[in-house]
């Protein structure tokens, strides 16, 4: 069974959460319960890690479209680095490439959050 792997890393008042494995239906229960425990923590500044995402379903997508209104109406972002082209592909096939913020370098990702406060 394909699983999901995740670590989490505090990037001055960033949260940097790298995926790495596959994120379905299986691993997305986990991933979600993951962000929302970082909210219920005022953690709303949120970078994810593509970089190592070997597939995302719609399960996987759908885990950051309910995520992400409650961490902008806290003054906060859910952003992407890193997708490989076959995550990012997924994305514009559901027409969210312009919903989300796309890095490709976390140096970017990180001052994008500085930039807007």
Do not use: W
Request: aromatic share 12%; glycine share 6%.
């Amino acid at each position: 069974m394909a699983s999901l792997e995740l670590t989490t890393e505090m990037r001055d008042q960033v949260i940097l959460i790298k995926l790495k494995g596959f994120l379905n239906a299986d691993s997305s229960p986990a991933f979600e319960e993951t962000l929302q425990n970082l909210m219920d923590r005022h953690m709303y500044k949120i970078i994810i890690d593509f970089q190592e995402l070997e597939y995302i379903s719609s399960a996987g997508v759908g885990c950051f479209i309910g995520n992400i209104k409650r961490a902008r109406n806290n003054r906060g972002d859910i952003r992407f680095l890193g997708l490989p082209a076959k995550i990012k592909r997924v994305f514009q096939l559901l027409d969210f490439e312009d919903f989300f913020q796309m890095f490709e370098n976390e140096d970017e990702a990180l001052q994008s959050f500085v930039m807007n406060e």
